[in-house]
Every structure is written in C-alpha cells, then in structure tokens.
C-alpha cells in the first residue's frame, strides 16, 4: 500500500473515492475520516487531517530493543515549548533531520481542477493553450527533500580557511576519529537518550566500608516518591552479574553499567567493538598493566586508555587531546612529557603512560575514590570540586543523578570505564574467548644523538623506514630533534625491532653535514626563511616536515641549508615596509618606536610578550579590540626601551619603515595607486547626485556611499566636497577640482 500512497497525494484520493482515502489512511499518510459524501478537498481535508506522525528511520542504531528504543513523537525533534491543550487540529513539528514542513511524501499540490490530472506523477503546470485564458496555478516546490535524497556535504577546507585553521564547531562535536570509539558514541544516543531521573540503587561488588547507618537517597525533591521501573537486574540477571568476575577497581552495578554490559553482550554493534577491543588490547595491555602495578594502582585502569583513545597511540581530538591517554599539551607538560613541534611525547607509549599513572595517582589522593578520580581525570578536577561542595557530596553515582550534578559526558565515562574492565575480565561470558589478542609489543632500544634522520637508523639496523617511524611515532619530523645552536648535543632514545638492536652502531649513521640549526624569530614565515638560505619553500618544509597550517613559534629550531645568507635581498630587519598607524599622537622620550609585521597564529598577548610590553598597550597603540583576532599582514606599532633585546624579534626600525595614517589623503593615494586608481576631490554642480557623479567616474552607487560615508538618497549641495576613485588623470569636463 505504501507504493500506492507514495505515487497518490491524499487530495487525489479523496477526490476518486472515500474508500481510497481510508486505505491511505491506512498507510504512511495521516488519516483522514471518511464521510458520508465525498468532501471537498479545498474545504475537508485540511481541517480534517491529523498531524503526521514521526518516521523513524529505518536505520535504527544496534543494541535498541524495539519498544524501548524509539522514542515517542513528541520527544524526538529538538527541545520545544509544550503544545497547549486546545481541540483544533496541531500544525505538524518540523523534522529537525529534514527542514521544516509537512512530512507528506509527495510534494504539497494547489486545489484539484474539475479534470484529474492525466497522471498522478507529474505535479508540472500543464502548457499554456493557445487563449489567453488563465491556468492552473504552478505547483509550490516541497519544503523538504524526497526520501533518500542526497545533502550536499559542506566544504570543510573552507570552512577552516573561514575559521583561520582553528577547528569548527562540528570538528569539536565529532570528536576522535577512531571507529569503534565512534560507533560507541552512537550507540549512547540509543542506549541513554535523555539523563535518568532519579537514583536506582545497583550491586556494589567494593570492599565493605566501615559499619555506619545506610543512606537511601532518590536525588527527587523532596515530597515527591521514587518510583523505579524494571529493576535493574532480574533474579536471573542478578545470578549473572554476581557470577562474573570483578575487576580490581571497586565495581558498583549501577544501572548505567548493567546496560554497557547489555550492549556488549547482546547487540551486533556491542559485540563487534567488543572483539575488536579484545584483539587490539594485546599490544599495549601487558606493558600498561605491569606500569600501573609497579605503581601500586588498579591495573584495570588500562581500559581507561581504551576509552579514551582505542588504544591508538596517534590519535588526536578536535580540541588537542593526544596519545593513549589524551593528554592536553599543558596536562602533558606538567607531568614531564616533552611537546614541541619536533617531539610529542604524549603519542610515546611508554612515556606517556608514565605520566598518566603519576597524574592518576595525584587525583585518587585529592578525591580518595576511583570513581571520582576517573570522573576528574574526564572533567577536570576543578570543575569536579566546585560540583561536590556544590551538593554537598562526594559520591559520584549520587552526584551523576542530580540536574548539572556532572557533564553527561562524564556521567556516562564512569560506567563506560567499569563496564569495559567488567567485560575484559569476563571474555567467556561475553563470547569473547575465541578472540586472538595482536601479539605485545617488543623492542630494542637504542641512544641516538640529536637530527638523525629514522630512515638512516633504519638502515643501519636493517629495517623499513616505516617500521622505525611507526615504532617513533612521538617523533613527529622523521628525524630526532636539532640542538639549537650553542645548546649542549642531547641523546634519544629510539625504539628498534627486536633483535636489531645489536647491530646499532653511531658511525653507521651518515652525517647531514648539509644542514645546520636555525632559530625562528618572532614574525618569520618559512617562506621568508627559505628565501633567505637560497632554498625553496617547499623543500625546506620537507627537511623539516612543516605542514602548510602549521605556524612556527618563536624559538623554534629548524634545520636550514648551510648556505651563506643572500646578499641581493635587503636585511628583513632594515627594509623599508610601508605601515599603517592610527590618526593619533603618541610620544616617550624614554623609548623608540619600531613596528612589527603580524603573520598567521599571532595574538595580543603573545606579540606583547615578546616586546615586554602589556596587552592594553598594544591595543592603546594601535586601536585594536583586544578580545579579536589579529590579521595577518597588519602593521603594530610598539614602542620599547631604548635598549630593549629585539634579536628574537623581526621588526622593522622607525627609520626605516614608511608611515602613513589610516585615513589621510597620503593614504588613500597610496593604497588606490597599488589599484591603478588616482583619488580625486571634485566639487558637486547644483542638481547632482552620488549616483550620477559615480557614473562620470566609472564607480558604482554602493562604491559612492563607501567612499564618501554618505547614503545615496542623501542630497548633494552645490559646491559640496565629493571624493571619487579613478583611473582618469583630470577631472571630467566641467568638474573642478578641489
């Protein structure tokens, strides 16, 4: 029937028979009530037609029961006002996947004529016949796309041209871009649609505390009585999760718990990402759990580092988060890892799960719970301290039922970790017992000194390229970092095949006598570095492997050709540059003033750093808004002590710069000479307009209210000062210039 009703809009029906119409009703389109007569279809079937209901879509997400996972109509579009309570027909909800409109499948049509249309399909204006008599209205165009039809994708280069290189809104909202992590996220949507009111008391599996009263709270306001609905586990169920081994971090049976383990045990999708975790677990698993045991710590916070990252050592979230264990480049440097552009120790195995297991411990002696260590180690144990005094708690499963008690994300990251530990020490019972884990990773180390390339180490042990790297990934050049110039020759551990690591010997390694270190100041690009080393730009970001979004930070070592700087090209530091500076008047007789280029990843406060002065200077300075974004190529203003050290600073000295004020005559004529354009002051005739003096000159009406700062429909007086942009050398006849 549903081809039927997709081929006849209801009108039609309605039209030819109501036993059509009551089979249609029958089908996917709102029902309408038969009548005694055949209503009219301009008059009956509008008032007469019910809201249509939400379709689900067919491809439903895994490990939802049919009558628990789809949602009920009112709850399946985004948040809204309640609909009042009135007796006249509801206007359907829009469908937030679809856009707004109606929800029928074929596309909304004008009244019927008094002759059917030939056939049902085609909704066209039928051809104008030879009177001049008036047809048909044309159809509307449907407010929605057919079934199946396919959306244009936004263009996500642009979109971070748009942005400058920073990430969007829907990179954040993505998140890691690891598959079993992503089918996971996906499957919460179905498992946890919306918070969970109040508590429902699960199994706590932990060691006995102390003899004490027990505490039975709902987290309901008070009056109003808990009703639970299916208990969390059967008298069945409760056999099984009492029979299944316990991880050694203290498990409570929460009824978010039971339904992970719902999911991993009884769903297609579940299953899936529980095999590919139990085979992905062998690589990292032994080594994590024997550092967090040499620790004193639960080694069954390994799965943590699953959750977090799918134990994929490179992988790296929208908002920064690297590594096993996600760490931020600030978390990670507090805790000794090294995070530059030439190393990133956040994606080292070892050393980034050394750290990890400092920090974990730190957070189980502030909070004295696993729980909400893990929960901190999710939101910041900041933002976790503020929620427990906020409700005067420090039991995290209370603090997960209250409203804002935790971010959802966290609220489900407790279970989700426990959940997983419960499952890896469990794999008969989940099926997984068949599963063969990836074999555990072994290496040889070796001690390398400082920019030598992992391909040369790869051939003095015998070994692919693309093994050493992969062994290496915190090497993110290829290559072990540079020594700055006069900075003392470090060594590196680099990590080899196992059983390789005998035939490792330094002189086996070819010297790069070709390149040496080169410190990156403030306001270089690689483009004016390379032109600077008689290089090109391309080859120098392969040597170095600058990506083209990545900005160099002051300080930065690179390695650059040995060759000799060119003469033919002016000193950066000394070439006239012409600069903009604002229409005011600032002197210090106890400083000099010399002017910076900003280049892409510049801010405020980082330009003001590097000048020892203040954010509010700069801006004072150079009429900024401290709160934007600084573009590259503008022209700062700075004045510093007389004898400030700019050498890690390129800047270009007073006396060499060419200055000109925003908005002068000077300036105007400066920037419309680069256009092939002369600035023009004419006096307006009695009876002109901006329109028609703009058509004297070749320039538009919008081009006119720019220039001039002045509406079109505002009158010109005789004699009025009037500016125009042109390529004429005199003014047009009879205009006089001022």
């Known amino acids: 029937m549903r081809s039927v009703v997709a081929r006849y809009p209801l009108w039609l029906g309605l039209w030819l028979s109501p036993g059509l119409a009551v089979a249609q009703a029958k089908g996917s389109l709102p029902a309408a009530p038969a009548e005694k007569t055949a209503p009219k279809p301009e008059k009956k079937a509008p008032t007469k037609e019910k809201p249509a209901p939400k379709v689900v879509p067919a491809a439903t997400k895994p490990g939802a029961e049919p009558a628990k996972s789809a949602p009920e109509p009112a709850k399946t579009a985004l948040p809204s006002a309640a609909e009042p309570a009135t007796s006249s027909p509801a206007k359907p909800a829009a469908d937030v996947a679809r856009g707004a409109g109606t929800r029928s499948v074929a596309p909304p049509m004008a009244p019927p004529s008094p002759q059917p249309p030939l056939t049902p399909e085609k909704t066209a204006t039928p051809p104008a016949s030879a009177t001049h008599a008036k047809g048909r209205p044309p159809a509307k165009p449907s407010p929605t796309l057919p079934p199946g039809a396919a959306r244009p994708a936004p263009d996500e280069a642009a979109r971070q041209h748009i942005t400058g290189g920073a990430p969007t809104d829907d990179e954040l909202k993505r998140g890691k871009d690891d598959p079993e992590l992503r089918s996971l996220r996906e499957a919460e949507r179905v498992l946890f649609p919306q918070p969970l009111e109040g508590v429902e008391l699960g199994f706590d599996f932990a060691p006995p505390n102390a003899p004490g009263p027990e505490v039975d709270a709902s987290g309901l306001p008070v009056g109003v009585t808990h009703q639970s609905e299916d208990d969390a586990?059967?008298?069945?169920?409760?056999?099984?999760?009492?029979?299944?081994?316990?991880?050694?971090?203290?498990?409570?049976?929460?009824?978010?718990?039971?339904?992970?383990?719902?999911?991993?045990?009884?769903t297609p999708s579940g299953r899936a990402i529980a095999r590919t975790w139990a085979k992905k677990a062998g690589r990292y698993s032994p080594a994590i759990k024997a550092e967090l045991g040499r620790a004193g710590?639960?080694?069954?916070?390994?799965?943590?580092?699953l959750i977090e990252s799918g134990h994929n050592p490179t992988i790296a979230s929208p908002v920064g988060a690297a590594g096993l264990w996600q760490f931020?480049?600030?978390?990670?440097?507090?805790y000794g890892l090294t995070v530059d552009r030439w190393v990133d120790e956040r994606l080292d195995p070892e050393r980034s799960t050394q750290a990890a297991v400092r920090y974990l411990s730190d957070l189980y002696r502030r909070f004295g719970s696993w729980d909400l260590a893990m929960a901190s180690y999710n939101m910041g144990y900041g933002g976790l301290s503020r929620s427990v005094k906020k409700f005067n708690t420090n039991n995290f499963w209370e603090l997960a039922r209250y409203e804002a008690g935790i971010p959802w994300e966290t609220t489900l990251y407790v279970p989700k970790i426990l959940a997983t530990a419960v499952l890896m020490n469990n794999r008969r019972a989940f099926g997984l017992d068949g599963v063969s884990e990836d074999p555990a990773e072994r290496f040889d180390v070796v001690t390398v000194g400082p920019s030598v390339p992992l391909s040369e180490i790869a051939r003095a042990v015998g070994s692919l390229p693309a093994t050493i790297e992969s062994n290496n990934p915190q090497y993110l050049a290829g290559r072990t970092p540079p020594a700055a110039p006069g900075a003392a020759r470090g060594s590196y551990r680099v990590r080899v095949p196992e059983g390789t690591g005998a035939r490792w010997t330094p002189t086996r390694v070819a010297a790069d006598d070709g390149l040496e270190p080169y410190v990156v100041k403030l306001g270089e690009t690689v483009e004016r570095i390379a032109r600077s080393r008689g290089t090109s730009e391309r080859e120098?970001?392969?040597?170095?492997?600058?990506a083209a979004d990545e900005v160099l930070a002051p300080g930065t070592v690179l390695l650059v050709p040995r060759a000799p700087l060119r003469t033919e090209e002016p000193d950066p530091t000394t070439a006239a540059e012409v600069v903009v500076v604002p229409n005011r008047s600032i002197d210090y007789a106890d400083r000099k003033r010399v002017f910076y280029r900003v280049v892409s990843g510049d801010t405020a406060t980082g330009v003001a750093t590097a000048f020892h002065i203040t954010p509010q200077e700069l801006a004072d300075w150079n009429a900024l808004d401290v709160q934007a974004r600084l573009e590259p190529g503008m022209s700062l203003q700075v004045f510093v002590a007389k004898n400030a050290d700019l050498s890690k600073v390129l800047h270009v000295p007073e006396a060499h710069a060419k200055i000109l004020v925003a908005g002068s005559a000077e300036f105007c004529d400066y920037f419309e000479g680069q256009n092939g354009r002369k600035r023009l002051v004419i006096a307006a005739h009695d009876g002109d307009t901006l329109a028609g003096i703009g058509k004297r000159y070749g320039m538009s009406v919008g081009q006119m209210e720019r220039v001039n700062r002045r509406g079109r429909s505002d009158g010109v007086a005789a004699g009025?000062?009037?500016?125009?942009?042109?390529?004429?050398?005199?003014?047009?006849?009879?205009d006089t210039l001022l």
């Not at 710590?297 to 580092?305: E, H």
């Open 233 to 266: 586990a059967s008298a069945s169920e409760s056999s099984w999760l009492r029979s299944l081994t316990q991880p050694d971090l203290p498990t409570r049976y929460d009824e978010r718990v039971v339904r992970y383990l719902h999911f991993y045990r009884d």
């Open 297 to 305: 710590l639960p080694t069954d916070l390994v799965w943590l580092s």
């Open 328 to 334: 931020m480049p600030d978390a990670a440097r507090s």
């Open 540 to 546: 120098l970001r392969e040597q170095n492997r600058v």
């Open 720 to 734: 009025e000062r009037i500016i125009v942009y042109t390529d004429r050398t005199k003014p047009a006849p009879g």
